[in-house]
């Protein structure tokens, strides 16, 4: 298959993850993360985010999310979220469904929830007719691929914690944020009062898994029971483990996260060089988001599969990965600059 733009969810896998599944292959060993392999991974995640925090592996991003969910809320509760973010748009009301809970969204021009957009939300507290506020969530980078600040997230969080609710944060692609913003993972999640935290890898380079961190002692009660009702135990544990072992050794993560940003950076600018596309927002991660003409998009998805943001609008989504080369950027958009001639031409 040609590489596309469509995800970072297309890509292969690192070497050094493979590697590790296949020496995790050997031999028989406890089932349900009773292992020494998770052991290893969990104290990976704790010299990560901090001693406090305690990791539960899960199949994938919907089911750290709706974990999270879950451990924060009941069916009374609801979360307030920007109505673009992947609980609300992309999950098929799983958390909904799963844990009961009503998700409060808020419109906004860039993925970014601020205090005041979340005010409106914040009333009802201890009136029985109303779903009560419990929790706020973001996604670090956003689903716009824009980034919160340190400030911004702190200011949430503790918004949040003055209402007696928690701060949960999808990170999908956290790693990509980590690196833009020149935080460490801990600065940018647990020293920032996030109590909760969704922890991607297969956006940039694992084969299958997520990891659902708990970072307030206080959520740590019987997670566990919770992720068993969910479906969301592995009995083969390990094999997610390890890759999270791998991913967090030697900085694995930081390679295919700078490069895949830096992949972003350069189709932003050879993009916005073509007369007739519009870049929507600003690049801070690893995806680029365009206005161009509506025969020019579809026609180059003939070529390069990529989504339609906003089919209304004529927006697009191009997404960089781990192992996008400067070539696939080079071919992509000597064909994107080929169809706009003709587009210009013919009116």
């Not at 957009?117 to 009560?132: C, K, M, N, R």
């Not at 579809?298 to 990965?321: G, I, K, P």
Request: one cysteine or more; hydrophobic letters at 40%; charged letters at 20%.
């Amino acid at each position: 298959m040609r590489r596309g733009f469509g995800s970072d969810n297309h890509s292969g896998v690192y070497p050094e993850v493979l590697q590790a599944i296949a020496q995790a292959n050997v031999e028989h060993a406890l089932a349900y993360g009773d292992d020494e392999y998770t052991a290893r991974a969990v104290r990976k995640i704790k010299e990560t985010f901090g001693e406090q925090a305690n990791p539960y592996f899960v199949f994938n991003g919907t089911g750290a999310n709706v974990l999270c969910i879950d451990t924060m809320c009941r069916s009374h509760h609801a979360v307030i979220c920007a109505d673009t973010a992947h609980i609300n748009v992309d999950e098929c009301g799983a958390p909904q469904r799963a844990v009961g809970c009503r998700l409060l969204t808020v419109p906004t021009h860039d993925g970014k929830l601020t205090p005041i957009l979340v005010q409106q939300h914040l009333h009802g507290f201890g009136f029985e007719h109303h779903s009560q506020p419990r929790a706020i969530s973001i996604t670090q980078p956003t689903e716009l691929g824009t980034l919160y600040t340190a400030e911004e997230i702190r200011a949430l969080a503790s918004l949040a914690h003055e209402h007696g609710m928690y701060m949960h944060l999808d990170g999908a692609r956290l790693a990509n944020a980590v690196v833009a913003t020149g935080l460490s993972f801990r600065q940018l999640t647990t020293d920032l009062g996030i109590d909760c935290l969704s922890f991607g890898g297969t956006k940039n380079g694992l084969m299958m898994g997520e990891c659902a961190v708990m970072l307030n002692p206080t959520l740590d009660v019987e997670v566990r029971y919770r992720r068993k009702q969910l479906t969301q135990l592995l009995s083969k544990m390990r094999f997610v483990a390890v890759q999270f072992e791998a991913y967090l050794t030697d900085e694995l993560w930081r390679r295919g996260a700078t490069h895949s940003n830096h992949m972003a950076q350069l189709l932003k600018e050879e993009v916005s060089r073509i007369d007739g596309v519009r870049i929507l927002y600003p690049v801070q991660a690893n995806s680029v988001f365009a206005q161009l003409p509506r025969p020019v998009w579809t026609a180059l998805q003939q070529q390069y599969f990529f989504y339609d943001w906003n089919e209304a609008h004529d927006e697009v989504r191009w997404m960089c990965s781990f192992d996008t080369t400067e070539e696939d950027i080079r071919q992509f958009v000597a064909a994107l600059r080929e169809l706009m001639e003709k587009y210009r031409a013919g009116h």
